[in-house]
């Protein structure tokens, strides 16, 4: 812009000086060469005007075009403020739905394929059966005193007995014992107060009064 301006300038001052050029009625003519000086401007003013005008136009061209973008240049719109009496009131939020647990069916069992052969069953544990209590031995009969280590008083009142033989047996039911001529088996009686109770292999034994003893044989 700054050379279309000086360009302007000399132009203006081109024909302020051609008009102060003109000479009057009493003027004195010039001379040749300042004739040829002062036509000789007016040669190229034509073209320079010409070409001003171009300057001229084509920076009036660029100024328009600048100048239009920034007047087509979008201005954001600015949403109006709501006013606060007239915003809607905001809806309170629903409470949350109550969550119900998903119940997850089980799983079906996995079945057994055929072509696995069976597991058999665990053995049952056969409790060995607690051994049976000993069975206490019988207890030892009391040694029952020969018939010679009865009281004295007691051997006076014994019977004479007359040993002829003896038969011992283990049936009870066959055992014998020939006493004073008769043949008797256990359980027989020798007088009121005289038992015979056990025949054995060497020895009786009979019960006189309660009082057990033994006789050899």
Do not use: C
């Not at 006189?208 to 050899?216: D, H, L, S």
């Amino acid at each position: 812009m700054s050379y279309i301006l000086d360009a302007l300038r000399r132009a203006e001052a081109d024909r302020e000086r051609e008009r102060g050029a003109v000479p009057g009625l009493h003027a004195q003519p010039a001379p040749e060469d300042t004739l040829a000086r002062s036509t000789s401007p007016r040669r190229w003013l034509p073209w320079a005007g010409g070409g001003l005008l171009l300057i001229a136009g084509v920076g009036t061209g660029v100024w328009w075009a600048g100048s239009a973008r920034e007047t087509t240049a979008p201005v954001p719109a600015t949403a109006p403020a709501a006013s606060p009496e007239l915003a809607a009131p905001v809806p309170a939020a629903p409470a949350p739905a109550p969550v119900t647990a998903a119940i997850t069916p089980p799983a079906p069992a996995a079945s057994v394929s055929p072509y696995l052969p069976p597991v058999p069953p665990p053995a049952a544990v056969v409790a060995s059966p607690a051994p049976a209590p000993r069975a206490a031995p019988p207890a030892e009969p009391a040694r029952l005193p020969l018939a010679s280590e009865l009281p004295e008083a007691t051997r006076r009142e014994l019977p004479r007995l007359a040993l002829g033989g003896s038969v011992y047996s283990d049936d009870p039911r066959s055992r014998l014992v020939i006493i004073n001529g008769d043949v008797l088996h256990e359980g027989a009686r020798l007088g009121p107060d005289l038992l015979l109770e056990q025949i054995r292999p060497r020895e009786l034994v009979l019960r006189f009064k309660g009082q057990a003893y033994r006789q050899p044989l």
